[in-house]
């Protein structure tokens, strides 16, 4: 009598296993995949001080016994740095002149920063403008990473943009409080966590509300020209975001584009006014944006930024070039460094600006190349001590490049020192110097760049297939778990998986490489693995077809292999738009073909399924294939209507994404704007009353349970809440300004209601997923029979197709004891109505419920595709319904 629950507890503990088992090997996967995708770089604590030089000899040439010296003489005591987010380069241009009979071009943002254009103009020795080059991931924290320690940013940290966390490396706000100067800062608050306690006077305001234009740069000029005037200060930062948020709401051709910066113009002729001969005035962008006002990418308008210097004193020996001067963003970092008199960031790999450490009032040359090529050694040295250090504590930097710049440093570095000892006489020398070390620190940079990107072709295509090998195991599993003796086999992966972990470790140990705790788990994966595939097969495999592996239609088994191989395609991946829906019209036409061919349409209603001792017969009633065409003819004509929304790679720059990905706030006329408003709203009430109508159809709108409760309120206030939402969005702007406060608000406040109830319904659906109505009535003069094709835990396939008669057989059991008490009043009578969608209804309803927050997170018009998509849902899935036939293998069992 106890051997069966024994048996029952065995399996259970046995599936329990299995599942950990393959949560790790899914685990292992991912990361063996991702250690040779997402490389990181390792960041050094080490900083620089000005006690100790980055490298032997004396200080260099003009800085002995001066005041403020560190490494370098300071040549200002105070700068004032304003970065305005998203500044591209050619916001900065003028506006072009035409010839005659040529049309003028007429772009919202050029010619908007007029003040830059007539300083280079009149004072041409006292400012430059410069095209400055970001290296991607071009996000606003790795920017101000890079802009502050002069270091690359990799790609795993392109995922922490909005969950910001403490620089640790050396930064020039560190060397500016360790210096004892006073930094106040104003703007993005992204700044107080990369520097938390660092400024003196700081002024944060909330960033991440991108369609908020005013609120941080409104908050900035309330403090900056009174902190200006103060004189509390030597250094200024200001952070200014409308720009960046102007570009994400509207793009940059919108005319909003054009205010904003005509008042970043206005900003700077302030600053300029009121600028001392001791300081240095940056404004700069921390990246570009691309048409539709996006960054993050490697695309030449989002890497091109503005850099534009200026002092009241001379600081340039010559006038500005035709065509501005293209520099590497981190570049910024070792100049402003050596200018204020602080040492270079020790992680620092960027070279300085050498044409700003020649006097400009000097008229021996010979002396200005000399403090040029002192300012080059001593970032040479900085670079070179980092290169010695960093490759010391890592192994992923290119040995036979790095040998090779060494090689060439040191050569610089001798010819440098030659030159201190005679000084006189020795241009062209002094010029091969400054060369040699502008090709040692390009070098470097480079070599930096092919390392810390360097995918691990090795790892990523190991992960991924331990990954398809998991994938393949579930697959696997679910066709045999109905096998005696199966569920002993699950217990044998931990031993096989232990074992090889074991003897890769041996290995790892005795050749003296390093152990790697990804590469331990993958080869535990492994090892756990191929053992089971091939006891598995060697077992069951040739008694059962490897066609009944795969319980999916050919053509959709087809449609996805495709799919997956496209993948390894770069033409396919870059015409994907285009690829994907010809690959789905593929499919759905080899489907409906397919049924038509082999007579499997299925008739316009269910089948009944005999009750008692029956089964079905062989030749079913087939339907004529006007169903199955029609369906056919709606999935493609959503496909086309879905091609409508698209967003063209920038890898293909002759493509041209769709105008109606952008938000409503972005279109300029009214009357369009109420237009595409009613028809997202329209989309959305169409999606919701899709969704009631298919669940009232199937009897799932009937129970009191609290998740259909949920369904037939709560869903109406989501779509009301994001039908709201749209409205402040889309027009917030329009709003009178005593409303404004108001507004905004109700913009904050909105998305979180809806999401809230998204949340609360997914809980409610987790908690009661079943919503079938069910009644139990007493006291009926007949006997109403609940039906069960099998008792006891499923041993055959055909038990687990019939996983709806087992919930019968559940609903009897927990009627059970009613029975026995209601004996004396007759006999009970259980109903559950449409047991059919008692798995659908859950997923659908959950589903739906997912939709409003990816919505909030889109332009209003994805309301339309998100749509079509749950459209083309319901009709493929019909589509694949329309071939599974319907058929009763075995018998019924009665049971009163």
Same mark, same amino acid.
């Given at each position: 009598?106890?051997?069966?629950?024994?048996?029952?507890?065995?399996?259970?503990?046995?599936?329990?296993?299995?599942?950990?088992?393959?949560?790790?090997?899914?685990?292992?996967?991912?990361?063996?995949?991702?250690?040779?995708?997402?490389?990181?770089?390792?960041?050094?604590?080490?900083?620089?001080?000005?006690?100790?030089?980055?490298?032997?000899?004396?200080?260099?040439?003009?800085?002995?016994?001066?005041?403020?010296?560190?490494?370098?003489?300071?040549?200002?005591?105070?700068?004032?740095?304003?970065?305005?987010?998203?500044?591209?380069?050619?916001?900065?241009?003028?506006?072009?002149?035409?010839?005659?009979?040529?049309?003028?071009?007429?772009?919202?943002?050029?010619?908007?920063?007029?003040?830059?254009?007539?300083?280079?103009?009149?004072?041409?020795?006292?400012?430059?403008?410069?095209?400055?080059?970001?290296?991607?991931?071009?996000?606003?924290?790795?920017?101000?990473?890079?802009?502050?320690?002069?270091?690359?940013?990799?790609?795993?940290?392109?995922?922490? &943009?909005?969950?910001?966390?403490?620089?640790?490396?050396?930064?020039?706000?560190?060397?500016?409080?360790?210096?004892?100067?006073? $930094?106040?800062?104003?703007?993005?608050?992204?700044?107080?966590?990369?520097?938390?306690?660092?400024?003196?006077?700081?002024?944060?305001?909330?960033?991440?509300?991108?369609?908020?234009?005013?609120?941080?740069?409104?908050?900035?000029?309330?403090?900056?020209?009174?902190?200006?005037?103060?004189?509390?200060?030597?250094?200024?930062?200001?952070?200014?975001?409308? $720009?960046?948020?102007?570009?994400?709401?509207?793009?940059?051709?919108?005319?909003?584009?054009?205010?904003?910066?005509?008042?970043?113009?206005?900003?700077?002729?302030?600053?300029?006014?009121?600028?001392? &001969?001791?300081?240095?005035?940056?404004?700069?962008?921390?990246?570009?944006?691309?048409?539709?006002?996006?960054?993050?990418?490697?695309?030449?308008?989002?890497?091109?930024?503005?850099?534009?210097?200026?002092?009241?004193?001379?600081?340039?020996?010559?006038?500005?070039?035709?065509?501005?001067?293209?520099?590497?963003?981190?570049?910024?970092?070792?100049?402003?460094?050596?200018?204020?008199?602080?040492?270079?960031?020790?992680?620092?790999?960027?070279?300085?600006?050498?044409?700003?450490?020649?006097?400009?009032?000097?008229?021996?040359?010979?002396?200005?190349?000399?403090?040029?090529?002192?300012?080059?050694?001593?970032?040479?040295?900085?670079?070179?001590?980092?290169?010695?250090?960093?490759?010391?504590?890592?192994?992923?930097?290119?040995?036979?490049?790095?040998?090779?710049?060494? &090689?060439?440093?040191?050569?610089?570095?001798?010819?440098?020192?030659?030159?201190?000892?005679?000084?006189?006489?020795?241009?062209?020398?002094?010029?091969?110097?400054?060369?040699?070390?502008?090709?040692?620190?390009?070098?470097?940079?480079?070599?930096?760049?092919?390392?810390?990107?360097?995918?691990?072709?090795?790892?990523?295509?190991?992960? =991924?297939?331990?990954?398809?090998?998991?994938?393949?195991?579930?697959?696997?599993?679910?066709?045999?778990?109905?096998?005696?003796?199966?569920?002993?086999?699950?217990?044998?992966?931990?031993?096989?998986?232990?074992?090889?972990?074991?003897?890769?470790?041996?290995?790892?140990?005795?050749?003296?490489? +390093?152990?790697?705790?990804?590469?331990?788990?993958?080869?535990?994966?492994?090892?756990?693995?191929?053992?089971?595939?091939? +006891?598995?097969?060697?077992?069951?495999?040739?008694?059962?077809?490897? =066609? =009944?592996?795969?319980?999916?239609?050919?053509? $959709?088994?087809?449609?996805?292999?495709?799919?997956?191989?496209?993948?390894?395609?770069?033409?396919?991946?870059?015409?994907?738009?285009?690829?994907?829906?010809?690959?789905?019209?593929?499919?759905?036409?080899?489907?409906?073909?397919?049924?038509?061919?082999?007579?499997?349409?299925?008739?316009?209603?269910?089948?009944?399924?005999?009750?008692?001792?029956?089964?079905?017969?062989?030749?079913?009633?087939?339907?004529?294939?006007?169903?199955?065409?029609?369906?056919?003819?709606?999935?493609?004509?959503?496909?086309?209507?879905?091609?409508?929304?698209?967003?063209?790679?920038?890898?293909?720059?002759?493509?041209?994404?769709?105008?109606?990905?952008?938000?409503?706030?972005?279109?300029?006329?009214?009357?369009? +704007? &109420?237009?595409?408003?009613?028809?997202?709203?329209?989309?959305?009430?169409?999606?919701?009353?899709?969704?009631?109508?298919?669940?009232?159809?199937?009897?799932?709108? +009937?129970?009191?349970?609290?998740?259909?409760?949920?369904?037939?309120?709560?869903?109406?206030?989501?779509?009301?809440?994001?039908?709201?939402?749209?409205?402040?969005?889309?027009?917030?702007?329009?709003?009178?300004?005593?409303?404004?406060?108001?507004?905004?608000?109700?913009?904050?406040?909105?998305?979180?209601?809806?999401?809230?109830?998204?949340?609360?319904?997914?809980?409610?659906?987790?908690?009661?997923?079943?919503?079938?109505?069910?009644?139990?009535?007493?006291?009926?003069?007949?006997?109403?029979?609940?039906?069960?094709?099998?008792?006891?835990?499923?041993?055959?396939?055909?038990?687990?197709?019939?996983?709806?008669?087992?919930?019968?057989?559940?609903?009897?059991?927990?009627?059970?004891?009613?029975?026995?008490?209601?004996?004396?009043?007759?006999?009970?009578?259980?109903?559950?109505?449409?047991?059919?969608?008692?798995?659908?209804?859950?997923?659908?309803?959950?589903?739906?419920?997912?939709?409003?927050?990816?919505?909030?997170?889109? =332009?209003?018009?994805?309301?339309?595709?998100?749509?079509?998509?749950?459209?083309?849902?319901?009709?493929?899935?019909?589509?694949?319904?329309?071939?599974?036939?319907?058929?009763?293998?075995?018998?019924?069992?009665?049971?009163?």
């Amino acid at each position: 009598m106890n051997s069966l629950p024994a048996t029952s507890r065995m399996q259970k503990i046995s599936v329990l296993l299995f599942l950990a088992w393959v949560s790790f090997l899914f685990y292992a996967g991912i990361a063996l995949f991702t250690s040779g995708f997402l490389l990181t770089r390792l960041e050094l604590t080490n900083h620089s001080s000005c006690h100790e030089p980055p490298g032997p000899g004396s200080l260099p040439w003009g800085s002995q016994g001066k005041p403020g010296a560190c490494w370098m003489a300071s040549r200002f005591s105070r700068l004032v740095l304003v970065l305005v987010d998203a500044l591209r380069f050619d916001f900065a241009q003028p506006q072009p002149s035409h010839g005659p009979g040529e049309p003028p071009v007429s772009l919202p943002f050029l010619g908007k920063l007029n003040s830059l254009q007539r300083i280079l103009e009149i004072q041409p020795h006292h400012a430059r403008l410069y095209q400055s080059k970001a290296d991607p991931p071009t996000t606003t924290m790795q920017r101000l990473k890079a802009l502050t320690t002069g270091s690359l940013p990799t790609f795993i940290d392109a995922g922490s &943009n909005f969950a910001s966390y403490a620089i640790v490396e050396d930064n020039l706000i560190k060397q500016l409080t360790n210096a004892g100067r006073h $930094v106040v800062f104003m703007g993005d608050d992204t700044w107080k966590d990369l520097f938390p306690g660092a400024f003196s006077q700081a002024f944060f305001f909330p960033s991440f509300n991108v369609r908020d234009l005013h609120t941080v740069d409104n908050g900035i000029l309330e403090h900056l020209y009174p902190t200006m005037d103060g004189g509390e200060w030597d250094v200024l930062i200001a952070h200014f975001l409308g $720009v960046d948020h102007c570009g994400h709401k509207y793009g940059p051709h919108h005319p909003e584009m054009a205010k904003k910066l005509s008042q970043m113009d206005q900003v700077i002729q302030g600053l300029v006014e009121r600028l001392e &001969n001791d300081t240095l005035l940056v404004v700069i962008g921390d990246h570009g944006m691309t048409i539709t006002g996006d960054h993050g990418g490697d695309s030449d308008l989002e890497i091109s930024a503005a850099l534009f210097l200026y002092s009241p004193k001379a600081l340039f020996p010559r006038v500005p070039p035709k065509e501005p001067e293209i520099v590497p963003q981190i570049s910024l970092v070792p100049t402003l460094a050596l200018l204020l008199g602080l040492p270079i960031p020790f992680g620092n790999i960027g070279e300085v600006m050498a044409e700003l450490f020649a006097e400009a009032e000097d008229s021996q040359p010979h002396s200005s190349a000399l403090a040029q090529a002192s300012a080059l050694h001593l970032n040479a040295q900085q670079v070179s001590r980092f290169l010695h250090t960093y490759s010391a504590a890592a192994q992923n930097l290119q040995v036979k490049e790095l040998h090779q710049l060494q &090689n060439l440093f040191s050569k610089a570095s001798a010819d440098y020192q030659r030159l201190l000892q005679s000084p006189q006489g020795a241009e062209a020398a002094l010029q091969t110097v400054i060369t040699e070390l502008q090709q040692f620190l390009r070098g470097v940079r480079a070599m930096c760049i092919e390392s810390w990107a360097r995918f691990s072709l090795g790892r990523m295509a190991g992960g =991924a297939a331990l990954l398809a090998a998991a994938c393949f195991l579930c697959l696997l599993v679910s066709q045999w778990a109905t096998y005696p003796g199966f569920h002993p086999l699950l217990l044998t992966p931990m031993a096989c998986g232990l074992a090889s972990t074991i003897v890769c470790a041996g290995l790892l140990a005795t050749t003296g490489l +390093k152990l790697d705790p990804v590469v331990l788990g993958a080869m535990a994966a492994v090892g756990s693995l191929l053992p089971f595939l091939w +006891k598995a097969w060697a077992g069951w495999g040739s008694k059962r077809p490897l =066609a =009944a592996l795969f319980p999916i239609p050919g053509p $959709v088994l087809l449609f996805l292999l495709i799919r997956f191989a496209a993948f390894f395609s770069d033409s396919f991946v870059v015409a994907e738009a285009r690829a994907t829906p010809f690959l789905l019209g593929s499919l759905i036409l080899l489907l409906v073909a397919q049924l038509h061919w082999e007579g499997k349409l299925l008739p316009p209603k269910l089948l009944t399924i005999p009750r008692l001792c029956f089964s079905a017969s062989a030749g079913q009633p087939r339907h004529s294939g006007t169903h199955a065409l029609g369906l056919g003819v709606g999935l493609l004509l959503c496909i086309r209507l879905a091609g409508l929304f698209h967003r063209c790679p920038e890898e293909t720059p002759a493509c041209h994404s769709s105008p109606w990905l952008s938000p409503l706030a972005s279109m300029v006329g009214g009357r369009a +704007k &109420n237009l595409w408003y009613g028809a997202c709203v329209g989309a959305l009430v169409a999606l919701l009353a899709a969704v009631r109508l298919w669940l009232c159809r199937y009897s799932n709108l +009937k129970s009191p349970e609290p998740s259909v409760l949920f369904v037939r309120w709560g869903l109406p206030l989501m779509v009301l809440g994001t039908a709201a939402y749209w409205a402040l969005a889309s027009g917030a702007d329009e709003a009178p300004p005593r409303l404004r406060a108001l507004v905004a608000g109700a913009s904050v406040v909105l998305p979180r209601a809806v999401a809230g109830l998204a949340a609360s319904g997914l809980m409610l659906l987790l908690w009661r997923p079943v919503t079938v109505l069910v009644k139990a009535t007493t006291g009926t003069p007949r006997t109403r029979t609940v039906l069960t094709p099998f008792s006891g835990p499923p041993t055959s396939q055909a038990d687990l197709d019939y996983v709806v008669p087992q919930i019968y057989r559940h609903m009897q059991e927990e009627f059970r004891g009613r029975l026995e008490r209601t004996k004396s009043q007759g006999p009970l009578t259980v109903a559950a109505y449409q047991l059919g969608s008692v798995y659908s209804a859950a997923m659908v309803t959950a589903l739906t419920l997912l939709a409003f927050p990816l919505l909030l997170l889109h =332009a209003e018009r994805i309301s339309l595709v998100f749509l079509l998509l749950f459209l083309q849902s319901f009709l493929l899935l019909h589509l694949l319904a329309a071939g599974i036939p319907i058929t009763t293998p075995g018998k019924y069992i009665s049971q009163p």
